[in-house]
């Protein structure tokens, strides 16, 4: 299991943290942002494969922002993967 630590863009939160093994993604935090959503997503997305959550979560945006900390998520788990098999 590898971890990593994505700075976010366009969000309130700051960092995403997470543990990838393999393509599944584990123990995401976030540093920064609404507390009760961003406690909820961690449990939500627990044990799905970077896929998952990309294809849940990667067009999700707050209020007119085009992005949002869900979709940050997303981004971080790719952007994780991509590091762990280049």
Known sequence: MKHFDYLTEGTCS???S???DGDT????????????????IPILVEGMTVEEIESKLGAVTCG??????AGQL????????NAAHA
């Open 64 to 69: 007119s922002k085009p992005t949002s900390c």
């Open 18 to 20: 997470l543990d990838l």
């Open 25 to 40: 993604v584990h123990n995401v935090k976030f540093f920064g942002g609404c507390p009760g959503n961003l406690t909820a």
């Open 14 to 16: 700051q960092v995403i």
């Open 74 to 81: 997303a981004k971080a788990c790719r952007a994780a993967y």
